[in-house]
């Protein structure tokens, strides 16, 4: 049943109307047509119902628009009518369990949800002044990223990698592990055989039983894609809103920025960095913001970033990893190696770490880096066969741990992991660590005496 105000949208029609006066790849211009931007209208065509469409920009005084579907029917003259212009969401728990398109509605064959609330799609982000501490770590049930990157409840993160390198299972694995209360899932511009794999494989029944999934894929307008990060975003702000700790995954925000990129372009913006417009690295900020902690409740976010060509500092890449609180980065080289999740330590970094975790935690934490960055800097060396044990006490230690520590960040899609247990597997290899480090001074140290008894009894 429609609520009073989708009644009232239906049964008191908008006087502006206008005509559509030319098409421009996926783009129309209407004429007489002054609505604002970001405005939804209904263009009329010739067979088929009226296709839905936004205001995204003006030129040579005639109004663009860029349209949900296909402009298939679609002719010079046809009549533009303003539908409204405000951007409202349906939303309630009965959204668990279900797969949602970018506009709302559920896409998984089941009967549409009965929603008694609704949510704006563009909502500003909650005051800095607002925003209390985060002080209490989220476990994400991945134990490379709970002991090494632990991240706080209200923290944004982002996920680096290539293609083809794992992100999708790791995020599957935090949906189904995480001890959040909500879990909301964006795919943005996916394949659409991806979706029902990431379901039923990656999610799986009890991972879907407390998340939402928003879906856009990658035949869908442009448009689209970019909404459904915003309906993700705002369905996860209605669930802080009820006082919950949520985990929002996003998968992914380049194929977003390539969403807006497309826009921008068609909306006569020029080209800056690499083909990108300004609106894109205007709207990033725009919706990473709106994640975090309020007085309420927590959005704990995680980004996933698909790198070009494995580099680090392409512009999405660059621009993102300066705005989120912190990365983790999938190597590919591990990946290659069979070594899931392939999250490399050494190149990520979480910036509240500090806050929601233990001094002793953080130190065991360093010492598991020194022990990975000792191995890492002397590798070829000890590749081939040119090391020679005893020339540093970190190195041998790596050489002796590596498996141990491997073996301890390796983890299967099928084992979960608590923050507890990731915590205790790490404080239990900082002290094997250092019970190695301290056997190797005390050999020294008796090497060095028993060198100097005999030049002692000589003189």
Known sequence: MLDFAEQLEHVMPTALTGTVARTTGMTVS???????????????RETGSAVWAEVIGFRDQLTVLYPFTDLTGVRHGNRVRLSRTTHWLHVGDELLGRVIGADGNAV???????????????????????????????????????ALLTCGKGQRMGIFSGSGVGKSILLGMMARYTDADVIVIAMIGERGREVNEFLQRDL??????????????SNEPALMRVKAAFTATAIAEYFRDQGKDVLLLMDSLTRF??????????????????????????????????????????????????????????????????????????????????HYPAVDVLESLSRLMPEVTSEEHQQAAFALRELLAAYRDHEDLISIGVYRRGSNKSVDAAIEMLDEV?????????????????????????????????????QAAQASASQAAPNKRES
């Not at 073996?407 to 019970?435: C, F, M, N, V």
Request: charged share 25%; with cysteine.
């Open 108 to 146: 998984d064959g089941r009967p549409r949800p009965v929603l008694s609330e609704r949510t704006s799609f563009s909502r500003r982000p909650p005051h800095p002044c607002d925003r209390p501490r985060i002080d209490r770590p989220l476990a994400t049930g991945v134990r490379s990223i709970d």
């Open 204 to 217: 799986g029944p009890e991972g879907l039983a407390k998340s939402v999934v928003v879906v856009a894929t």
């Open 30 to 44: 209407a004429a007489g047509f002054p609505a604002p931007v970001g405005a939804l209208a209904q263009i009329e």
């Open 257 to 338: 920025a390539f969403a807006q990129r497309e826009i921008g372009l068609a909306a006569g913006e020029p080209p800056t960095t690499r083909g990108y417009p300004p609106s894109v690295f205007g709207v990033l900020p725009k919706l990473v913001e709106r994640a975090g902690r309020s007085p309420r409740g927590s959005i704990t976010a995680f980004y996933s970033v698909l790198v070009e060509g494995d580099d680090p500092n392409e512009p999405i890449s660059d621009a993102v990893r300066g705005l989120l609180d912190g990365h983790a980065w999938l190597s590919r080289s591990l990946a290659n190696r069979g």
């Open 406 to 442: 491997n073996t301890y960040l390796r983890q299967s899609i099928e084992q979960p992991s608590t923050l507890e247990e990731a915590r205790d597997g790490l404080l239990e290899l900082k002290r094997k660590y250092a019970d190695r480090m301290a056997a190797a001074a005390r």
